[in-house]
């Protein structure tokens, strides 16, 4: 695969604003656990650092879009962190009349690079799957699929809970962790509406499954392992009609959230981490959570 960003970058690049801040994240989100097919890392370089006891700034977002751009050049930003991959794909030409070639030529344009943390994020011991189970409640966490490389990398996470916590207290948890007001719910069982508060109260659970993507794959990796059956909650970012039906057949609660919900939740994490991590930096680094970048559905 053939990305943008020079593979020697400018003179004393070493020691580079922009080297400092994507060395930083290939520390924490090593792009050797990025799924296959998936890029991670400088996906466009800048030819114009930010000069060292100058202020430097960092806009981190889930999608890089034309309008996160826009906020970025408003704020004389030097780099922008994105969850999502960005290109997604390899590019054979840069066109003005197609968002991607308008996005890069402009980075280009204002010496704003981009690093996009990818899969590699999600699947990184401290990324969004691992900080997600452990914010949910105490207990041990595992990947539910291990890196070949690394036995705390891998593929979602399993949470087995200190103690059995009730579901109404899970959903409660996840709402103040994400923001959000509503969750989609498969309760794995037929209840009324009127019903769904006392079942859930009454509803103990020990093991929860973390997945951030379409998590359906992953689900019924966890229905064909050997031994008991995985019982409990399974947190996705969106899954299929037809899987949801084969996890109530199981009796396997589902709740999906939204990746990019459950990605822009993490991000002000990690925004509050670099800030502390750059603190003494020979910048006067500012990181910022981008304003325009937003779900694209709205619940209305």
């Known amino acids: 695969m053939a990305w943008f960003g020079s593979p020697r970058g400018p003179p004393n690049a070493a020691s580079s604003f922009t080297h400092l801040i994507s060395s ?33 700034v960092v806009v981190i977002c889930v999608d890089l879009t034309e309008q996160v751009l826009a906020e970025a050049i408003s704020l004389h930003a030097n780099v922008i962190i994105a969850c999502s991959l960005f290109p997604s794909e390899p590019l054979r030409s840069l066109r003005v009349d197609e968002p991607v070639g308008r996005i890069v030529l ?12 990818s899969s590699a994020c999600a699947n990184a011991p401290g990324g969004v799957a691992d900080w997600l189970a452990k914010s949910i409640a105490s207990g041990a966490t595992r990947p539910i699929v291990p890196h070949a490389e ?11 809970c200190n103690e059995a916590i009730s ?31 006392k079942a859930s109260d009454s509803c103990f659970i020990k093991s929860i499954a973390v997945h951030i993507g379409e998590g359906g794959e992953l689900l019924h990796h966890l229905m064909r392992q050997p031994g008991a059956a995985f019982s409990g909650v399974f947190l996705s970012g ?16 589902v709740v999906l959230a939204g990746q990019s919900t459950v990605e822009r939740a993490f991000l002000r994490q990690l925004r509050q981490d670099l800030q502390a991590e750059f603190t003494d930096a020979d910048w006067n680094v500012k990181i910022k959570c981008s304003e325009t970048d937003c779900h694209t559905l709205t619940v209305v």
């Open 24 to 56: 930083s994240l290939e520390r924490r989100f090593p792009k050797k656990f990025a799924s296959a097919g998936h890029t991670s890392g400088l996906t466009i370089g800048t030819l114009r650092e930010a000069e060292r006891g100058g202020t430097a």
């Open 106 to 117: 402009r980075c280009a344009q204002q010496s704003i690079a981009a690093h996009c943390l």
């Open 150 to 160: 690394c036995a705390e990398a891998g593929e979602g996470r399993l949470l087995e």
């Open 167 to 197: 579901l109404s207290a899970i959903i409660a948890r996840l709402k103040d962790i994400l923001g959000v007001r509503h969750l989609r719910i498969s309760l794995g069982a037929v209840v009324d509406e009127l019903n769904i508060a």
């Open 238 to 253: 969106e899954m299929p009609h037809a899987d949801l039906l084969a996890a109530s057949a199981k009796g396997i609660i």
